[in-house]
């Protein structure tokens, strides 16, 4: 195998820094991992949906200098992990010396075959070692415990043998870490810096520049290279479909796409920040967005996954796009020529196609304030959480002295692109908000779109769901 790098790429794994060797840059972490002994994470499904993979990085925290963060190891590339640190199931503890995790999912009876174990055990110890986590909140509903342990942390984690209860049991029974903890300790020194990365194995490079201005110069000369982030759309078309770029850039980590800014006027989002780290920015301050969250796949995805990289899919049933569509959001694009704003309902074109240009990228996501005082964010799914979208339906309203003076409902899943209901929109604006005027909207908007059948939902059914969505924020809204 003929590879060349710039500087031997290597990683920190379980403590001890090791190199990443001659492998292919599109070699998975998990895959990486396996071939070097440590086979307690697994892969189940290879898409991110079973969480049997999962391990934890060091990653720049919003609330501590470093997070440990739960991600799917089958789906993002090792390269990608260069000059990183990483834990795994057997760098928690050991068979003599369990870690508290490990110890609890024992003695109350949350593993039987155990495959899928090594996965909740990483998934686990993120939020055991969650900053803000606290044993003092006194708080406790059916998806948080006494202990402050949030149970959307193992929403990505799939078991198919034990039963839920003796893992929630677990998860509820965590105390705070001792004092002598190094992972604890570990989270008030600075995260890893990214690793200015070049990579090439027979014809295939990956490549991490240091800047945006490098980043959007090798989009110029080269259009065509795939673009990663969080991975959780290229990790499934390179497993699944075979799929292998000739060249990756990696932007994941560049400052330039991870600003955050809420400002009186506007609020400002880093393309490259995670859904997760958004989640904790916003702290929200954006109801609609905060409604969204935690319905957007799993926190393991969340924990990669981009808001730039949602939107540049330009996928017809990605969640951001609704939500971002009813807050009037627009993009600024940036390329070598320089920069553009353009307005997310003028974005998408096609089906898998927006304004962007080849040589372009998502900088920032930019949403105006003040933000209308009635929304809401409805996704109907087969399941509740960690599924994709049959319907998403995206909420601002302005009432005023019982009139409605603005209106945007952004749609997806009903049409080649996510889209706004303009039609319906008009059939409110400027009429009693009353639950007539909702029900002749709600006929309106059973007509947007062209929803189509397929395993998901059938196209009437589609319909039906857009009027009931409209009905049921109408009743929502007057009964808070």
């Known amino acids: 195998m003929s590879t060349t790098t710039t500087q031997a790429p290597s990683i920190t794994v379980n403590g001890e820094q090791t190199a990443i060797g001659d492998v292919a840059v599109h070699t998975s972490a998990l895959d990486w991992l396996r071939d070097r002994g440590l086979t307690g994470a697994k892969e189940g499904c290879a898409e991110g949906e079973c969480g049997a993979c999962s391990v934890l990085v060091a990653r720049p925290g919003t609330d501590a200098p470093t997070e440990w963060t739960a991600v799917n190891a089958c789906l993002v590339p090792i390269a990608a992990l260069d000059g990183q640190e990483i834990i795994t199931s057997e760098g928690l503890g050991s068979p003599t010396d369990l870690h508290p995790v490990q110890r609890e999912l024992a003695v109350r009876g949350g593993s039987q075959c155990g495959y899928c174990t090594p996965g909740f055990v990483c998934s686990m110890a993120a939020e055991f070692y969650r900053s803000t986590r606290t044993t003092s909140n006194g708080h406790c509903d059916h998806e948080h415990g006494p202990n402050g342990f949030d149970l959307h942390a193992l929403s990505g984690n799939l078991c198919r043998c034990t039963g839920y209860r003796p893992i929630k049991d677990a998860a509820y029974a965590l105390g705070e870490p001792e004092l002598d903890d190094a992972l604890a300790a570990r989270r008030s020194a600075p995260p890893p810096p990214p690793a200015a990365t070049a990579m090439a194995v027979d014809g295939a490079e990956f490549l991490r520049p240091a800047s945006l201005e490098e980043v959007l110069e090798l989009l110029a000369q080269s259009p065509e290279a795939q673009i990663v982030a969080g991975s959780t759309d290229v990790g499934v078309e390179v497993n699944l479909r075979g799929v292998r ?184 604006i400027g009429k009693p908000w009353t639950e007539r005027t909702v029900r002749e909207a709600a006929a309106v908007m059973a007509a947007e779109g062209t929803p189509m059948d397929d395993h998901r939902a059938s196209s009437s059914y589609r319909s039906a769901m857009l009027g009931q969505s409209l009905l049921r924020f109408y009743a929502e809204g007057t009964s808070a």
């Open 245 to 428: 770029k000739p060249l990756i850039v990696a932007i994941d980590r560049l400052a330039e796409l991870r600003e955050f800014a809420f400002g009186p006027d506007e609020v400002r989002i880093g393309a490259a920040l995670t859904l997760s780290e958004i989640e904790r920015l916003l702290a929200g301050r954006v109801p609609l967005l905060a409604q969204m969250f935690p319905q957007f796949a799993s926190r393991l995805i969340r924990n990669g996954a981009t808001i730039g990289g949602n939107l540049g899919t330009a996928s017809p049933i990605g969640d951001t796009p609704p939500a971002l569509l009813a807050l009037d959001a627009s993009l600024v694009l940036a390329s070598r020529r320089g920069e553009r704003i353009v307005p997310l309902a003028d974005y998408f074109t096609g089906y898998r196609q927006t304004l962007k240009a080849p040589d372009e990228l998502i900088r920032t996501v930019v949403i105006p304030l003040p933000l209308e005082p009635l929304t809401a964010f409805h996704k109907i799914a087969k399941r509740r959480f960690d599924d994709i979208s049959s319907v998403a339906v995206g909420y601002a309203v302005h009432v005023e002295d019982g009139v409605v003076r603005r209106a945007r409902i952004g749609l997806g899943g009903v049409a080649a692109t996510p889209l706004r209901a303009l039609t319906t929109e008009q059939a409110l």
